[in-house]
């Protein structure tokens, strides 16, 4: 089955998010589709595109999603959206525009675990950045590490050498985006809308890069498929080793997209918005086996775990199995989830209690059987969350998110089925 291009439009608010999809319906060949998120419910964007949209040649619908951010408040409007346009319009592309509020990795990781993920193929993330206002907001940051294409807009209305200044700057971001765009009114080049021969969440090789010895030290990159997950506990293990001065990567493991940086002798690691690929710079002493520690990164491929139970891994990588007995065992027990998620069923204990004792200064995150991997969270974030673990005497379901599913009030995209995982980080 062919699969249907996706792109999102992202960007802050008023950096002209709108304008860009106009030029991008009015230039490209074939039919497209339109989804807009408003963060209010005037809808005020989707009004604007939805009066325009009989004009623009090839423009089959326009659907909104109000009343909150589609990776927050509002996503289980997304996915049925995404659906209806593909079996009743069957355009050539789909646009989504989120609202300015909107982080595109969690949009990405969204409609990729979902049941739609065989039929779309996400092109290039286009950010649009608003030229005239300086880059400090960190939902700004986290938009601009996800974008594979930047379109620094407002040009007409900015110094010319200040807009040399910021192109310069997002062209040496590491990583870099696959292209940084100077454009008034949103006039994005038809060739930003396609990935580069080489690049792209449609890589499927292994490529490395092997730098001379310089100076007593040897370097080596590598860039690897976005769905080839790591072992994030066996990745730290291999850059602890002391020969190893640098290490600089955006990689995708068991623990989460996550960002790993060793200098000094300290490896640190933080969650990151990259979703393009798993890349990294390595850099050894001469006298280290470092082809070797390339190809045991390269292997460290996750594995997913078997049977029935839930995996607690501590911030060492020490993991203890819980089972349904020891669910029964814990505090605050909850036989009828019904009664806090109408609609819902099964026998349930607090996400808190699952927890247990928080490590200090640690966040946890959560891991599902296809990949799927929640924003690290502090302790406090559990709220009024549960896990589900049982219907009657029996195991909750797969075909209800069993047989380990944990629902959240606070967060609709909190809510996560076939949990195996539970890691502070």
């Given amino acids: ?61 326009v659907l909104n999603v109000a009343g909150g951010c589609v990776c927050c408040t509002a996503p289980e409007g997304l996915l049925p959206a995404l659906e209806s346009m593909l079996e009743n319009l069957r355009p050539d592309r789909i646009f989504i525009e989120p609202s300015g509020l909107a982080r595109p990795q969690d949009l990405l990781d969204m409609v990729g675990r979902s049941s739609l993920r065989g039929r779309l193929a996400f092109g290039p993330v286009v950010v649009v950045l ?10 700004l940051e986290e938009q601009l590490e996800a974008a594979d294409v930047v379109a620094i807009n407002w040009a007409d209305q900015c110094e010319p050498a200040a807009l040399a200044a910021l ?122 086996e470092i082809d070797r520690i390339q190809a ?26 819980l089972t349904r007995s020891d669910f029964e065992a814990m505090p605050g027990q909850i036989p009828d989830v019904s009664l806090l998620f109408p609609g819902r069923v099964g026998r349930a204990v607090p996400l808190s209690a699952v927890l247990g004792t928080p490590p200090e200064g640690a966040r946890f995150l959560m891991v599902a059987r296809d990949g799927m991997v929640s924003e690290p969270a502090p302790p406090e974030a559990a709220g009024e969350a549960v896990l589900v673990y049982a219907l009657g005497d029996a195991e909750l379901p797969v075909k209800q998110g069993g047989p380990l599913r944990v629902l959240s009030a606070g967060r609709s995209c909190a809510n996560i089925k076939d949990l195996i995982r539970i890691r502070w980080v």
């Fill in 1 to 61: 089955m062919e699969k249907t291009p996706v792109f999102l439009v992202a960007g802050f608010l008023g950096a002209g998010k709108t304008s860009t999809l106009r030029h991008a319906l009015a230039t490209l060949p074939g039919t497209s589709a339109i989804l807009v998120n408003d963060f209010g419910e005037a809808a005020i964007d989707a009004g604007m595109l939805s009066a325009e949209g009989p004009g623009i040649p090839g423009v089959l619908r």
């Fill in 130 to 139: 608003d030229g005239r206002r300086p880059i400090q907001h960190p939902l």
């Fill in 296 to 321: 045991l990164l390269i292997a460290a491929l996750a594995e997913t775990e078997g049977g029935v139970g839930l995996s607690r891994v501590d911030q060492d990588g020490q993991s203890e199995h």
């Fill in 167 to 288: 192109e310069a700057e997002l062209t040496a971001r590491s990583p870099a985006p696959l292209r940084v765009t100077v454009t008034q009114h949103g006039a994005l080049p038809a060739e930003a809308w396609s990935w580069p021969e080489d690049a792209g969440l449609r890589l499927r090789v292994v490529k490395q890069e092997k730098a001379p010895s310089t100076q007593g030290f040897e370097a080596r990159s590598a860039v690897l498929p976005a769905d080839r997950r790591l072992a994030f506990d066996r990745v730290k293990v291999l850059l602890a080793d002391p020969g190893i001065v640098r290490f600089k990567g955006h990689l995708s493991t068991d623990a989460g997209w996550m960002m790993l940086e060793k200098a000094g002798g300290s490896l640190q690691s933080r969650a990151t918005a990259w979703r393009r690929d798993s890349r990294w710079d390595l850099i050894a002493e001469a006298s280290v």
